[in-house]
């Protein structure tokens, strides 16, 4: 059906890669591009035998004439960026300099600030619409699979969503003092940031992981969950009608917030420049560097996620609440595709969006966030590709 370039080589775009090729009736055919070409030439080797067609290229993403080049050397169909968020925005101009769809999972964010919004890739809406394209913003699963429960909620039962709590829960252990189950980086600058939350038309903002509640999940049982500002709650708080809040949680353990502190403290997550032996680094770039790779911790994590929405609204004139979640198994994702489930639930999410664009299902000329299409279709691959969900009426809910 379609070619696909991936750019990226991490544990996200591993899963995805391996998804790809479950499906190749869509992935005829992919290309895996990275900086380091041996990552890429490490998962083609995995995937030998596949149906689907699988090349590699070496590619820095920064540079938007190297991806227009490979773009027009291996002439995809769909662009999926599966690399850092700082690229968004060279990826995007290089498939309108080739004509080709667009789709990631994760906000544009420059390297000096975190921002966490959507504003840069907004921007790029009318060129987008003006060329015919689409591109798809956030096809992971926070921001992602969480957009499409709204948008599924919405669509079938609720008349209006008064309230959301998306909650990521991660009951995993990796047996490490200290790591991230992402991107360090990425990681650690969305929770040093302040939290942030929508409520009756403004945004209320704390301090960093100040507020804290104790839920009991599904499956995994009572967790500390904290307020955290994420980038799904902004385009959320547009698409979704009569929304009156919306706020994201997520879990950490005692252990893994003292470690953070005890970094925060001694200057370790900073991401301002410091002169280091006659060159200028950047802190969290080298505590990224000697903390493990999360790419790494999947024959060592066991247990599950839970992440899901609670929402709270009115249907046919009468209150109603739903909780829509799914459960996610650390060594099953591991036994399957030889990644944790961190990388599993956002990788999964990013091949079910390149396969409804490829399919036609969700194609229309412009810039989207995943709650703007049809949620039915990504709902039914979601059960069908590893993430099933489940739904109850009666949560227990967040005050």
Known sequence: MGKALIIGAGGVASVAIHKCCQNPDVF????????????????????AGSRTKIHT???DADYTEEV????KSFKPD???NLALPYQDLTIMDACLATGVDYLDTANYEPPDVAK?????????REKFAQAGLTALLGSGFDPGVTGVFCAYAQKHYFDEIHSIDIVDANAGDHGYPFATNFNPEINIREITANGRYFENGSWVETAPLSVKKVYDLPEIGPKSIYLMYHEELESLAIHIKGIKRIRFWMTFSDNYLNHL???ENVGMTSIEPIEFEGRQIIPLQFLKAILPDPASLGPRTKGKTNIGCIMQGIKDGKPRTYYVYNVCDHQECYAEVGSQAISYTTGVPAMIGAMLMLKGLWKKPGVFNVEEFDPDPFMEALNKCGLPWQESFLPTLLD
């Open 28 to 47: 005829e055919e992919i290309c895996i591009a990275s900086r380091t070409l041996e990552k890429c030439e490490e998962i083609k080797n995995k995937l």
């Open 68 to 71: 227009i080049n490979l773009i």
């Open 78 to 80: 769909i662009v999926m």
């Open 57 to 59: 290229a070496q590619l």
């Open 261 to 263: 502190h005890v970094l």
């Open 116 to 124: 966490f919004e959507y504003k840069w890739q907004w921007a790029y």
